[in-house]
T-cell receptor, first 112, second 115 residues
């Protein structure tokens, strides 16, 4: 029972570098989302998807891109990393509105 | 829009103490309410939920009752253990007025249980 799998667990970037955080789920859930977690801020939604081929912006989308070519995968791309993007990133999946979220174990990202 | 308010802590208790973590919400529709728990180094996982007024969610000795009249969903446990040390998030799901995806989280309450 893998659930939601995120890679990598840790990453250090230099300002201006780009990278992709990977997220995969094996539950066949339509809905997937990316959050960032910062001290004192709780969880903030970056982007979400209600199904393959459909994505939309959350509360803090600037500096991030997503795509959803398959039900299973929902990668998050940082185009040009900035120190303000230092955070812990969580991917989540759920079967529908009002249903519980299944979270990945997170990616701790540091941008120097 | 919707909002969830909870104490941020840290809340420090001795083992076997009674726990209450307050959560109040503002919602435009009829939300479902959740408590999620995050253990150190892990992602959030659902602890319990309630989908309508007066419902009580319970799991692992934790309970919370959906109180529409006071717009509250307080988390309680009668006797906490060191293993309950974690961050607890109150959340609501309401497509009518929630965030972009209908979900709104509180900022989390850090609970520390001392032996």
């Amino acid at each position: 029972n893998a659930g939601v799998t995120q890679t990598p667990k840790f990453q250090v970037l230099k300002t201006g570098q780009s990278m992709t955080l990977q997220c995969a789920q094996d539950m066949n859930h339509e809905y997937m989302s990316w959050y960032r977690q910062d001290p004192g801020m709780g969880l903030r939604l970056i982007h979400y998807s209600v199904g393959a081929g459909i994505t939309d912006q959350g509360e803090v989308p600037n500096g991030y891109n997503v795509s959803r070519s398959t039900t299973e995968d929902f990668p998050l791309r940082l185009l040009s990393a900035a120190p303000s993007q230092t955070s812990v990133y969580f991917c989540a999946a759920r079967s529908g509105l009002g249903e519980k979220l299944f979270f990945g174990s997170g990616t701790q990202l540091s941008v120097l | 829009g919707n909002s969830v308010t909870q104490m941020e802590g840290p809340v420090t208790l001795s083992e076997e103490a009674f726990l209450t973590i307050n959560c109040t919400y503002t919602a435009t529709g009829y939300p479902s309410l959740f408590w999620y728990v995050q253990y150190p180094g892990e992602g959030l996982q659902l602890l319990l939920k309630a989908t309508k007024a007066d419902d009580k969610g319970s799991n692992k000795g934790f309970e919370a009752t959906y109180r529409k009249e006071t717009t509250s969903f307080h988390l309680e446990k009668g006797s906490v253990q060191v293993s309950d040390s974690a961050v607890y998030f109150c959340a609501l799901s309401d497509i009518a007025g929630g965030g972009a995806d209908g979900l709104t989280f509180g900022k989390g309450t850090h609970l520390i249980i001392q032996p």
